[in-house]
């Protein structure tokens, strides 16, 4: 099982940014974000895989970026340009298998001026 604790929410004005970090048991397998809003489906935010290649949703091309420290057993989603639909929780996943993947408890981002 992977642990993994989010931090770095908040309340941000729109066009700020705010940068998550997500503290995992290990940082070996795939990982990313995900982010849901009220009354909203999940959505796959970022992606990193263990080789380091990069992928991101068409709504956060540009803005958002994804990095991780293996050293510290850290993921980061630093996040600028924010605009108020980016608020939603935000969880960090990690992805050991295709069939197996672990979650955070989330952490709160709200765009709001």
């Known amino acids: 099982q992977v642990q993994l604790v989010e931090s770095g929410g908040g309340l941000v004005q729109p066009g700020g940014s705010l940068r998550l970090t997500c503290a995992a048991s290990t940082t070996k397998f795939t990982m990313g974000w995900y982010r849901q809003a009220p009354g909203k489906q999940r959505e796959l935010v970022a992606t990193i895989f263990d080789g380091g290649t990069t992928n991101y949703a068409d709504s956060v091309t540009g803005r958002f970026t994804i990095s991780k420290d293996n050293a510290k057993k850290t993921v980061y989603l630093q996040m600028n340009s924010l605009k108020p639909e980016d608020t939603a929780v935000y969880s960090c996943?990690?992805?050991?298998?295709?069939?197996?993947?672990?979650w955070g408890q989330g952490t709160q981002v709200t765009v709001s001026s």
């Open positions: 996943y990690s992805r050991p298998t295709v069939d197996i993947e672990y």
